[in-house]
């Protein structure tokens, strides 16, 4: 076994360490410099095509067929994507290795399963015109440049929303890099582009110029986590700057003439410099070391490293963890270091042990924990076995300690030796795998159909294993060959009773595949009405999917069904299908009475729905602008219940309310036209319907002529409309008062008998004030008590009056009452009353 | 582990807050709002607008207005997304701006409380989707009070019974729904009404459908969240249908007087600044358009004084503003203050602010009472109420009539007339063919033809019907539990109360002054058993009285009285994985049957004084020794409802000219 840190280099006081992931990795023929490479992040598998700015090698017409290639890391060939698309401009991957494809034309095309099914979007902002020049990509989005430099990004690719951002000056750039939104300040998406010999930030709302004269940039670079930017100038130096731009804190010269193919970051804390065959790694302080390889070399980025690709070999460079470093650094004297070599010495039944192990007694907790994290960020299984070991021993000492991460730790490993697998071909680093998280790395898997290791890997960790039985039934219904009853059955019996398993995707694919027996099928076995709604509307099941919209009790897939019906249905089928669903009438009924009235008429005409019909005439009458259209609408709507017995009451209401409008027409006309007679009463002018009388109920229409003394219109109107003896006399009561007539007023209460009693009067002009008045009423309230009728007379403030009225009565208590309330002369002749009262038994 | 308490109100609102910061934060820069006016209140009770302000919301506008300018380049609209009309408001001023507007605008839309697939169709037909960027914010329940939990939705009378339409049903499942996630199944399901059955219906069709998708969402309590819960007793859902009456009702509370005169919206009511002295505006509201002047208000459920006065009847109110001052006035004596140590004085002085604050409110509310004073010392008030009254008690409804026809008459306000007419109709299984038509008629005449269309709405909301025989033929034949019959249930549930104590209340009876609230009977009949059983039947030997009334074994005074009752009946129980079960229970605490939460929903709404009744019992129950074992009450309801807006939402605004 080769010692563990063979592969390591040494760049100032830091190591580095390449680790040969996958050997032979492409055809020999395939001449990787005349391609271009770009990696999926975390990993992900690797997409190349030819580049075809460079010349090469006529190799019949099967080999110029253009495609792109989607390999794994391994090299084993995942999907060729035959391309005659259009000139490629952009390539790059999504963190959940979606391939997106920018043409110059300005469309772009999301692969979002590595099977070649894509959804396309456009950037618009002028792309097609002014044609994209090239794209940089974050992990949930991406930024295209156009040929007049306008930039245009899009931050989410499940609804593409491209935004133009703020517009640099139209000089040609020379290089540019993105800041991704989770790291810029803005929160937003930053590009840095080197124009002429500056620099410009580009946000969304401004482009901002950072005044440097240094350069011409050749390539610039942002580190994973945007913390440094590295500029390569055009004199061969590399420059690191701060992420916000406050300090320079390196700078690195190359001392080559040749401007460098690439330039990426490694992690966060080296700049690598890649030419054909030659890589530079340039550490913190500028120091530096240099490999070199048999063939063309690409650089492929990640979080925590960077993937060398030549036609030969996959390798992964990084800077050693600590945790690694700790354990295996030549000469290292640490607690885990000790302890691994105990845990040799062990093995070797070597006595030694023991001593070491007492030796780094006190800190042999964090040398069992070193050695398990270094245990992950190990490839090499040998490695992985004797460090955990280590850590096992370690941990047999130890009286406390907790073995979870050791638990985790060994899961985890064993997950990732299986994807690292060359078959596989997933090279997950330990921190990729966790910031991955592995409900990713299933989809990646179930991606590349590794249905078996996804749901091992699932079950192994507890995770649910819904999409993936889904997507392996969805793929089996794309390729199965089977009759579709047998289909139906063999997915049926794997999938059910598995919870979460949505057999609508599945029926989707058979759909979309053409299979619509075999959709149906699986449709049924879907628990989720909702779910069933939009693929049953595409299956044309319209009927059904609105009972299933009904059943599921959501309004809005009730809705969208039926407005997806109201369009594709004639009106009267439209209705048919409606009308036996109470709530699916219910809801056109309210939706309809807000925008379309007149899918509402034909509605309740077809259902025979009189009184709805006519209400809706109705209200269409009240919002008519003039009257003569009213007065056509209230007749119609009289009429349409004009065959009914059970509507007599309501068709009569109707022709009273139009022969109301045309009286009160009528009056307004007379009234207005002779304004001699309509003010004849200056209060008059205060009345608010004096101008109209239009739109007043019949009882408003006779108080507002009362009050302007139109006592014979008023009359007509009352016995027109037959109004209540007792609610005339209200009216005029309320219209003498408001309009302060106090002498017909007086005129009244010498009358002998009132529909309504007298006690009203005295209560209404009271409360208008006039006491003089109300006490003409007070006599007339024969049906009230004594106590009521002098508590009257006090009101109007008439207090010998109650006086006398409590004296009539012979209600001594009463009266003694009154006079203590009185004053003055008053109090002299209550007292007097008070003395001609006999003095009754006590 | 501490147990997780259910329907925790700040746990709710501060979740609602933190959603909507982080969606105005992911639109940078500044920012015009554009929200529905329905919106306002429910936001401005869980953010400040100071707050909006720091996340760049530079203007609000109502949607309703339409008046947002190009002043900013983000828009940001906020608004429900169920409603066409609504959304076509939204495409439309989407539109108007990209239209005349100079500058390229950003436009986000925020629905509430989910996005809707009939906003997407009509947006994309209109033209706008893709110019908007679209995420949702899920606000469902409002916390209004520690125990009262709203959907605010102002539509769903008019949706519910006018239309038909069962949106809120659907967003009520969904708001419980998310709560069952989180804290387990409601072990027992059980109420009254067509729609309340229906919404039980759909919670366990949630259910079903939840576990078929449930792994595919991957939280925590996942596995756990659909068991039932160890917190909660259950829900009882109570269908407004089944109590129209106690809507009807003029509220006798303080707090539903308030609501009657002022009326109260997302705890805030406007009151004319001449009442309440002009004082400077609140700070921290949001769409201020406050120059009139109206002066708003914040009803806060929290200040001490408000808490001991809002549950009470309005006819103690006066005696304990009385008090209350007392207290004050002897804690801030001047000459008291001479004999204080230095000690004293401090603690004095720390406590001033206290002291001020509760001065302002002392004032207010002062000057509120004193107002509505005015309100129920006027003739007709004191008559609509007196009808009220003899109607609950259960007087021969004709003997009404004349006040009724009088009051018409003298042309008071609709709505009075209209809630006391379905007020008969309702507690009466109906009304007269021929006093109907009389009332009709005067009813047309006195407030106008359009009113043709109110009396068809009020018709069809079941609110105005004649007795007996079939309707004006749009609505189908009374069948037998279609209408609630009250003569035998003011004897079984005993809802007319003649020795009502106003000032110690010793039953619902008090927020009405007589007339217990036939829903909260219902509640009672479910979870205050004993009482309500002693109640109706005083057992004849006092001792006994400790022990159990017949009457309270099962449900046996819920199965009597529902039958009288319309609209359907239901009781389910949900269980779930014995082993899930014991888990729950372990991780929870075990919590036998004590201290555990029942929740009241009322679809359709829940009128204030109803709340002060939940309130009482729920005092009661609290109570050491009481028969809840120191269960608490929980409010849910679709929106805080008054007989003004049951009835307003069938009345035609619009009139001839």
Known sequence: ???????????????????????????????????????????????????????????????????????????????????????????????????????????????????????????????????????????????????????????????????????????????????????????????????????????????????????????????????????????????????????????????????????????????????????????????????????????????????????????????????????????????????????????????????????????????????????????????????????????????????????????????????????????????????????????????????????????????????????????????????????????????????????????????????????????????RAGKQVPLLLGMKEDTIALDKAIESGDTDLIYHVLLHLRKKLPLASFFRVINSRPVATALVESSAWYQDKEVLKDLYYQDDRRLDGSNLLLSEALSATDLPASLDKLKLASKYLQDSKDYAFHRQQLDDAAKLLRMQETFEKDLNSNPGTSSANPSSSVSPGNSSFIGLSANETVFHLLRQSHTKRAQKIISEFRIPEKTAAWLKLRALVSARHWTELEELSKQKKSPIGWEPFFNEVLAAGNTRVASAFVPKCTGLTVAERVEMWMKCGLVVKAGEEAFRAKDRGLLEEVRGRASGSAAVEVERLVGLLPVGRR | MAPITPFNTSEISEKARRDLLLLLEGVRGKKNLVLEKALAGPLNLLVKFSTLQEYGVDRPFFLENDNVDSSQRNIVFLVRGEKAKTVLAVADQIKRLRRNGSIEHEFSILWVPRRTMVSDQLLEEAGVLGEASVSEWPLFFVPLADDVLSLELDDSVTDLYLRKDPTSIYLSAKALMLHQQRHGLFPRIIGKGENAKRLADLLIRMRTEVTAGESSNINGASFLGLTPSSTIDSLIILDREVDFPTVLLTQLTYEGLIDEVFSISANQTEVDSSVVGGAAPQPGQTGSASTTMKRKVMIDPKDSLYGTLGDANFAIVGNLLNKAARRLQSSTERNQLASKTTAELRDFVNKLPGYQAEQASLKLHTSLAEEIIKHTRTDIFTRSLEVQQNIMSGADPTTQHESITELISRDIPLPTILRLLCLECTTNAGMRPKDLEAFKRAIIQAYGPQHLLTLSSLEKMALLHPRGGSGLGATPAAKPGSVTNYTPLRRSLRLWDDEVNESEPNDISYVFSGYAPLSIRIVQSIIQKQTLANLIKPSSHPQAAAQANPLAQGLRIFDDATKYIRGATFDETQTGEEKAVKARSMLNGSHNDAAKTVIVFFLGGVTRAEISALRFIGRKLKEVGGEGRGSKIMICSTGVVKGGSLVGSAIEAERFG
């Not at chain 1, 949930?140 to 430099?149: M, Q, R």
């Not at chain 1, 460079?317 to 650094?329: A, G, I, M, N, W």
Request: proline share 5%.
């Open chain 1, 1 to 527: 076994m080769s010692k563990p840190t063979a592969n390591w280099e040494k760049v100032g006081d830091k190591f580095y360490r390449r680790i040969e992931l996958y050997r032979n990795i492409f055809d020999t023929d395939l001449e990787l410099e005349n391609y271009n490479v770009v990696g999926a992040p975390y990993s992900g598998a690797v997409a190349i095509y030819r580049d075809e700015d460079k010349i090469h090698a006529y190799r019949g017409t099967q080999a110029a067929k253009s495609s792109i290639d989607v390999y794994s890391c391994a090299g084993t060939l995942i999907r060729r994507i035959n391309w005659d698309k259009g000139s490629i401009k952009g390539l790059g991957w999504s963190e959940d290795e979606k391939l997106l494809v920018v043409t110059e034309d300005g469309t772009v095309r999301c692969y979002y399963d590595l099977q070649g099914d894509f959804v396309p979007f456009t950037l618009g902002h002028g792309a097609d015109e002014h044609g994209v020049q090239s794209c940089r990509f974050w992990s949930s989005g991406f930024v295209a440049l156009l040929g007049n430099n306008h930039l245009i990004s899009v931050s989410r690719y499940d609804e593409p929303r491209p935004k133009l951002l703020a517009i640099p000056p139209p000089d040609p750039v020379v290089s540019w890099a993105i800041i991704p939104p989770a790291y810029s300040l803005s929160r937003s998406v930053e590009v840095i582009l080197a124009i002429g010999t500056t620099l410009y930030v580009v946000d969304a709302t401004d482009a901002e110029d950072r005044d440097f004269t240094a350069g011409p940039f050749r390539h610039i670079s942002v580190s994973p986590r945007g913390e440094f930017l590295a500029f390569y100038t055009d004199d061969g130096k590399v420059w690191v700057v701060s992420g916000d731009w406050s300090e320079k804190l390196s700078e690195y010269n190359s001392r080559a003439k040749t401007v460098p193919k690439d330039m990426q970051w490694c992690g966060s804390n080296a700049v690598v410099l890649a030419w054909e065959d030659e890589v530079h790694l340039i550490g913190p302080r500028s120091v530096a070391t240099k490999f070199y390889y048999d063939a063309w070399v690409h650089l492929l980025p990640d979080v925590d490293g960077l993937r060398l690709l030549t036609n030969d070999v996959c390798e992964y460079l990084q800077k050693v963890p600590d945790e690694t470093e700790e354990v295996f650094r030549l000469g290292s004297e640490t607690p885990a270091a000790n302890l691994l070599e105990a845990s040799n010495l062990l093995d070797q039944k070597s006595p030694k042990a023991d001593d070491l192990i007492q030796l780094i007694r006190p800190s042999l907790a964090g040398a069992v924990d070193t050695c398990v994290k270094a245990a992950g960020h190990e490839y090499n299984i040998h490695w992985q076995k004797s460090l955990l070991k280590a850590a096992s021993f370690g941990k047999s000492v130890l009286d406390l300690y907790s073995s979870d991460d050791f638990v985790d730790m060994c899961e985890t490993l064993r997950v990732l030796n299986a994807v690292r697998f060359y078959e596989i071909g997933l090279p997950l680093s330990y921190n990729q795998f966790k910031r991955l998280t592995p409900e990713k790395l299933i989809s990646r898997l179930t991606n590349r159909h590794e249905y078996l290791l996804a749901l091992r890997i699932s079950e192994y960790l507890h995770l649910p294993t819904d999409k993936i039985h889904v997507h392996w039934a969805q793929q089996k219904v794309r390729v199965s060959t089977a009759d579709e009853a047998s289909i139906c059955n063999l997915i049926f019996r794997k999938l059910h009773g598995k919870p979460g398993v949505s057999f609508e995707e599945i029926a989707r694919t058979a759909y979309d595949e053409g299979r619509v027996r075999l959709a149906t099928e699986l449709l049924n076995y879907e628990p």
